[in-house]
């Protein structure tokens, strides 16, 4: 998308402070970024040109906000409130090292930064100010353990959520539900609090996922559902009905609304202890696409699965466990046997 050219000051104008005289002169585009106030309202715009003009989803956009409070704490800190923030506008490396002297961790870091690189992408190509993270390399980051968990563990995992005391069957249903379309039909958790009842028809194993991740408006999929998914949708289909629920959300609760996030993540949690796999939501799609590869299915055909707009991504999600390297190393030999 094109975007009109509005000259603007600079970096190294914007870092000058100007007197009364020329603040007058200025135009209201080329003081913009004066203080915060001002910058705050810049911000907001940004924000709605990436859900109308980018079709960018709402936890992308929380994910932006975050970052540019995190910034906009430390300009607070440098210019104090009120003051004039340009000659601290482009401190990138100075702002990280802020966050490193306030112990942020380096995951932490990094999403900061890419997110805040948005803005400012924005900034340079609809007003013309040079990015500061032009060239800049990214703070590092240590490689994260693989998130994916093994067959075993997965196991172990529905294991207690069906032998945790629930108030209820349908309590005991519903929480393995959830958990399975997670692990073996990998959706999002944003996926399993929307999907529709009528998405769902276990007599041809599929789950029709609405808006998945995904610009303007997120990616439309089919999910499909493995022989032991099935089983686990069917027992929560029957406990749904006799209780004479009739929620247009395919996961419920007893008053006939959708499962909420703060559900959903308490039963996750309780799952957690009861299991003793430090296990997270991403973590059982991570195991999903892991154990496609892990099983043989092409990665292309995995990718559709996952509902991955690139292979690169679903080549990231791939794991090798200890117990396929120590497979692995049995398999050589330097000398045939005797």
């Known amino acids: 998308m094109s975007h009109p050219t509005r000259r603007a000051p600079a970096a190294d104008e914007l870092a000058r402070l100007p007197d009364d005289s020329q603040a007058r002169s200025e135009s209201p585009r080329e003081t913009a970024y004066a203080s915060l106030d001002r910058l705050d309202l810049r911000f907001d715009e940004f924000l709605e040109f990436a859900r109308t003009g980018l079709g960018h989803s709402d936890a992308s956009r929380r994910w932006y906000k975050h970052s540019y409070q995190n910034f906009r704490k430390f300009l607070a800190a440098r210019a104090g409130f009120g003051g004039d923030i340009r000659p601290h506008l482009f401190l990138i490396e100075e702002w990280v090292r802020w966050n490193r002297e306030l112990k942020r961790t380096p995951v932490t870091l990094l999403n900061y930064y890419r997110g805040l690189q948005a803005f400012f992408r924005d ?22 353990v693989p998130k994916a968990r093994t067959a075993d563990e997965c196991r172990r995992i529905v294991d207690a959520a069906r032998n945790i005391p629930w108030p209820t069957d349908f ?168």
């Open 123 to 144: 900034l340079e190509e609809r007003d013309s100010i040079p990015s500061p993270f032009r060239g800049a390399r990214a703070p590092a980051a240590q490689k994260r």
């Open 171 to 338: 309590h005991r249903a519903r929480a393995v539900a959830m958990l399975g379309c997670m692990m073996f039909a990998g959706l999002r958790k944003g996926e399993v609090m929307r999907v529709q009842f009528h998405h769902v028809d276990i007599g041809e194993g599929t789950i029709f996922i609405e808006r998945g991740k995904g610009r303007f408006g997120g990616k439309d999929r089919v999910a499909y559902m493995p022989p032991e998914l099935a089983y686990i949708l069917r027992d929560y289909q029957r406990e749904r009905s006799r209780r004479r629920l009739e929620a247009p959300e395919f996961f419920c609760g007893l008053r006939n609304l959708g499962v909420s996030e703060a559900t959903l993540r308490r039963t996750v949690a309780r799952v957690r202890r009861a299991s003793g796999v430090p296990f997270s939501m991403h973590s059982l799609r991570h195991s999903f696409v892991t154990m496609l590869l892990k099983s043989g299915v092409p990665i292309h055909v995995a990718s559709e699965l996952a509902g991955h707009n690139s292979i690169a991504t679903t080549a990231g999600y791939l794991r090798v466990f200890d117990d396929d390297k120590r497979a692995g190393a049995r398999r050589l030999k330097l000398f045939s046997s005797r």
